[in-house]
């Protein structure tokens, strides 16, 4: 049986940044996903926003690793070739009291190391952002903020890992984490996994896996955000990111624009007992067009083409910063846990940490010479000109039928999302790699299409086809049996 230097449970952003680093290494790397894909817990649902570091109080880890994380996302989005837009980003104030939190998050922010930041006028934020509300008085600029789609990120950090030798299993969650001669047995339906040491970077559930290994004080809660998907015929686009001033806990409701032309309204914050309750409601959808409206008062409920929410994951007693850390008594295992906002921006520089903190641990780490840090972008048709796409049609003329309306995904897209390294099993899943049912009509036209696809690909039946999660399945099976001949 095969014993790993690293086993990393979790394929979000974060276990798939840290396999991504340690796949420089000359290490066996396994990376255990309970769920059937990549990026289906909360980095699947969340803003996007790779926030520049201001608000994070100084001296947190969270402050440290935002500000880090940030300055790596220009250069792994030109080596992992996915979508990284840098919008910068405004905090809007309207009066007296906002002007006066702006300023102590200016001061934060220059003391987390922020570049950039200035405070301006009205007038001076319109050239930025010329649909703010009028009413706004004060704002903060941080140049250095950006956007990008999460799960397009998690999944070329899964890619680039996996091409350089990361052995990566979905469908296989860990059920129990025995010891044995120093070293760690992971229990999981495909079997067991052995590991000399442990990365936990299970989200919400970072808390299970950490008690399954003996740790029992990490106790992690989940906020619920709501957010909605504008349209991308809404009439205008934004240039940048917007902030209210932060309520509670929560950064308050932003509005975004993303990298694939929609605009977001992000997110409401409400504690939920249930880890698997990600229900959208009525009280949701007002709060976020109230708050949008504030900021941008053109956006309007008619606009919503989906609702969705994520949870992020608090790790209670810690002032709500990240914990990364060694746990002691537990030599090798090392969380990486109560990732909650800013985890998207964070996650370069908690897998960075992560690897020092395993190196800490004795873990030796040589430079693999054949590592390839590059990862060649998917072919998107709707992309090219008029004459690359003829050319990729006449090698191939799956790339001349289009599936996907909305979004101009073709079926040579979608059967490449399934062939590629860690494809595609799942209808939600070709979703996130092609963008097939993200557009107006979210999918009722082309998700049959998409299925079909996934069962010739996937030699399936198209009842054992699922949607997203275990057995999620959108057809039951055969109405009438269809005869051979057609009739
Ligand atoms: C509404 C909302 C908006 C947000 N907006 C932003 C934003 O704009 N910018 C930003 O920086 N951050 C944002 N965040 C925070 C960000 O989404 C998270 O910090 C980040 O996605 C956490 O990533 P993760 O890899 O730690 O967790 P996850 O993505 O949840 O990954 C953990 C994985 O572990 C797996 N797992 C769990 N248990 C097991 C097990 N026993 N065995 C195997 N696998 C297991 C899960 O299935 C899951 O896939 C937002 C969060 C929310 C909810």
Redesign the pocket.
Known sequence: MAVYDVVI?????????VARQLSSFRLMVAL????PD??????????????SGYSAKHGTLKAKL?VL?NRAYPRLASELGFKYVNTGSLVVGFDGSDADYIKHLYDNGLANGVAGLALLNLEQARTIEPRLNPEAKIFLYAPTAG?VD?FEV?LAQAENAAANGVAVYRN????GIGRAAGEFILQ?GQGDFTARTVVN??????D??AS?AGQKDLNIKA?????LVLDKELGFSLNT?LFPLPSGPS?GI?V?PTVSGNTLV????RLVEDKEDVATTRVGVQELIAGGRRLIPEIGAHKVIREF?????VAEGTGDDFVVGPVPGLPGFIN??G?????????PA?AGMVVGLLADQGLDLQDKPDFNPYRQAPVSCSKLTDAERDELIRSNPAYGQVVCRCEGVTAGEIADAIRGPVGATTIDGVKRRTRAGMGRCQGGFCQPRVLAILARELGRDPWDIWLEYQDSAVVNGLLKEVRSDGK
């Open positions: 449970i979790g394929g979000g952003i974060v276990g798939t940044a255990l996903e309970a769920y990549i990026s289906c817990g909360t980095t699947k649902a969340n803003g996007g926003v790779v926030h935002n994380g956007i999460p998690a296989c969650a860990v059920t999981t970077a299970a989200g919400v559930y970072a299970a896996v399954m906020r619920l955000g709501e957010v990111v950064k932003v975004i992000s997110a409401t914050a929410s994520g949870l992020r994951a990486a846990a990732i909650q906002s800013p985890g998207i921006a964070s996650a908690i």
